[in-house]
Antibody, heavy 121, light 106 residues
Framework: QVQLVESGGGVVQPGRSLRLSCAAS????????MHWVRQAPGKGLEWVAV????????HYADSVKGRFTISRDNSKNTLYLQMNSLRAEDTAVYYC??????????????WGQGTLVTVSP | VLTQSPATLSLSPGESATLSCRAS??????VAWYQQKPGQAPRLLIS???KRAAGIPARFSGSGSGTDFTLTISSLEPEDFAVYYC??????????FGQGTRLEIK
């Protein structure tokens, strides 16, 4: 069965960096576009970023553009999110999610359990 | 922008639920619906406005096109009480979600 397991969350000071990982199993990772979606405590869902199957095409929400970088290692079946210049408003549970398609349908078919990032002095 | 209504819906098991999602511009049929229970990740219910995801019970149905969309849950089961979000992908990569509708037990 499809499994997505995020890791790397924690408490970090404003302006610092953090890298999240998402280990995928149960499907052919290299054939699906992948996303990060976040949810601030008690709030709704916010799409963050998408990456193509080969990793050569990425797109970001305006709120993170220039600060966050999505990447993947298909040999390790792992998705990453490098978060730089973190702000208090980046505090959220970060989910990795699998697209239904290789061509990025921008729906979120499978989700991990999420990892909490808290940005606080 | 996606606007969901009502914010909270109070119903009893066995009743039918109708959740609304209105888009500020034409999103054709590029709408999905998700269910989220406390402490859990969201679950995809419907994509393409009306296509049920794998393993989703037939009591969940989606409809609509353009700017008005509906998620209908017929004969509510106890496990259906949760928060529901709509999402549009028409304006990719500017993906947006609605603010959610909380379906609670009356």
């Amino acid at each position: 069965q499809v499994q997505l397991v995020e890791s790397g969350g924690g408490v970090v000071q404003p302006g610092r960096s953090l890298r999240l990982s998402c280990a995928a199993s149960g499907f052919t990772f290299r054939t699906y576009a992948m996303h990060w979606v976040r949810q601030a405590p008690g709030k709704g869902l916010e799409w963050v970023a998408v990456i193509s199957t080969a990793g050569d095409d990425t797109h970001y929400a305006d709120s993170v553009k220039g600060r966050f970088t999505i990447s993947r290692d298909n040999s390790k079946n792992t998705l990453y999110l490098q978060m730089n210049s973190l702000r208090a408003e980046d505090t959220a549970v970060y989910y990795c999610a699998r697209d239904p398609s290789s061509a990025a349908a921008y729906y979120f078919e499978y989700w991990g359990q999420g990892t909490l990032v808290t940005v606080s002095p | 922008v996606l606007t969901q209504s009502p914010a909270t819906l109070s119903l009893s098991p066995g009743e039918s639920a109708t959740l609304s999602c209105r888009a500020s511009q034409n999103v054709r049929t590029y709408v999905a619906w998700y269910q989220q229970k406390p402490g859990q990740a969201p679950r995809l219910l419907i994509s393409g406005a009306s296509k049920r995801a794998a393993g989703i019970p037939a009591r969940f149905s989606g409809s609509g096109s353009g700017t008005d969309f509906t998620l209908t849950i017929s004969s509510l089961e106890p496990e259906d009480f949760a928060v529901y979000y709509c999402q549009q992908r028409s304006d990719w990569p500017r993906i947006t979600f609605g603010q959610g509708t909380r379906l609670e037990i009356k």
